[in-house]
């Protein structure tokens, strides 16, 4: 099993700038593809971000791509997300996820065997 832990989140104003993190424990060599999505109040859950395990390859939404940069430390077991130029659109519950196989691009929630709890990003305007 993987235990995936989210930090980070806050209160930002629009055009600001927030740094996610994400640390994975225990079978953490059985972790592949990682990835960032989110779920505002009322919407279904969607995609942001997926990093290979080399971090190598990085696949964006089409929303936040040129604004947010995903990226991984397997050393340390760390999962990021450098979010910039802040919109209130962002505003949602971010959580981190983890593959037990290497799918790349991983957009679909489907594709994840392990979840954090999530962490709440609000942008005001």
């Known amino acids: 099993q993987v235990q995936l832990v989210e930090s980070g989140g806050g209160l930002v104003q629009a055009g600001g700038s927030l740094r996610l993190s994400c640390v994975a424990s225990?079978?953490?060599?059985?972790?592949?593809?990682m990835g960032w999505f989110r779920q505002a109040p009322g919407k279904e859950r969607e995609f942001v971000a997926t990093v290979s395990r080399s971090g190598g390859s990085t696949y964006y939404a089409d929303s936040v791509k040129g604004r947010f940069t995903i990226s991984r430390d397997n050393a340390k077991n760390m999962l990021y997300l450098q979010m910039m130029s802040l919109k209130p659109e962002d505003t949602a519950v971010y959580s981190c996820?983890?593959?037990?196989?290497?799918?790349?691009?991983?957009?679909?929630?489907?594709?994840?065997?392990?979840w954090g709890q999530g962490t709440q990003v609000t942008v005001s305007s």
């Open positions: 225990g079978r953490t060599s059985s972790i592949y593809t």
């Open positions: 996820a983890a593959a037990r196989y290497p799918i790349v691009p991983a957009t679909s929630p489907n594709s994840y065997d392990y």
